[in-house]
Nanobody, 123 residues
Framework: QVQLVESGGGLVQAGGSLRLSCAASGLTFSSYHMGWFRQAPGKEREFVAAIWRSGISTYYADSVKGRFTISRDNAKNTVSLQMNSLKPEDTAVYYC????????????????WGRGTQVTVSL
């Protein structure tokens, strides 16, 4: 069975950093584009970042450009999200997702999802 497991969430002060990781199993990891999404209470699930299956291309939401970096290690079946200069508005549950094709910025295009990890940024 396909499994995506996020880790690395927690509580940080504004301006701080966190690194999220996602471990994938049960799929041919290198065949999937990978994405990070986030969802705050009462809000729609929001695209954060995505990375091409080979890692050659990356994509970011305007709100995180210059602050977040997505990367992957296909030998370890992991994808990471380095988050710097965190702001209170970054507070959300962050989800890892796998996509075999189609639109990388669109949640319905993703085939598999992790359970999420909470990120809370305090003032």
């Amino acid at each position: 069975q396909v499994q995506l497991v996020e880790s690395g969430g927690g509580l940080v002060q504004a301006g701080g950093s966190l690194r999220l990781s996602c471990a994938a199993s049960g799929l041919t990891f290198s065949s999937y584009h990978m994405g990070w999404f986030r969802q705050a209470p009462g809000k729609e699930r929001e695209f954060v970042a995505a990375i091409w299956r080979s890692g050659i291309s990356t994509y970011y939401a305007d709100s995180v450009k210059g602050r977040f970096t997505i990367s992957r290690d296909n030998a370890k079946n992991t994808v990471s999200l380095q988050m710097n200069s965190l702001k209170p508005e970054d507070t959300a549950v962050y989800y890892c997702a796998a996509n075999r094709g189609a639109s990388l910025r669109t949640p319905p295009a993703y085939d598999y999802w992790g359970r999420g990890t909470q990120v809370t940024v305090s003032l």
